[in-house]
């Protein structure tokens, strides 16, 4: 059974950084995707960044040059690096995962079977 569990939210104030976790236990082949995705109240679940196992990245617009997103895949570990945060980055992040074929990961969130409970981000101005 896949497990995903995520740390390193926090309050920030605009401007500030913050770091992101998401480790995996269990079973994934050799080819994978890992993404975060963020949720705000009221608003729908946007993906934000992802890697694939081979160290290909993917970033929505909102997070080029502000985030960035790495992958420890002995540790099956992922991180986001986040800077410049605004308010508008406020949200529970979710770190989700599935074996994947050598296309780019994907920001659709229906295609990722494991997800991990989330964590808050929550930035003042």
């Known amino acids: 059974q896949v497990q995903l569990v995520e740390s390193g939210g926090g309050s920030v104030q605009s401007g500030g950084s913050l770091r992101l976790t998401c480790t995996a236990s269990?079973?994934?082949?050799?080819?994978?995707?890992m993404v975060w995705f963020r949720q705000a109240p009221g608003k729908e679940r946007e993906g934000v960044a992802g890697?694939?196992?081979?160290?290909?990245?993917k970033y929505t617009d909102s997070a080029k040059g502000r985030f960035t997103i790495s992958l420890d895949n002995a540790r099956k570990t992922m991180y986001l690096q986040m800077q410049s945060l605004t308010p508008d980055d406020t949200a529970k992040y979710f770190c989700?995962?599935?074996?994947?074929?050598?296309?780019?990961?994907?920001?659709?969130?229906?295609?990722?079977?494991?997800w991990g409970q989330g964590t808050q981000v929550t930035v003042s101005s």
């Open positions: 890697i694939h196992s081979d160290g290909r990245t």
């Open positions: 989700a995962a599935a074996n994947w074929g050598s296309a780019e990961c994907s920001f659709f969130p229906l295609i990722f079977p494991n």
């Open positions: 269990g079973y994934y082949s050799s080819r994978y995707c």
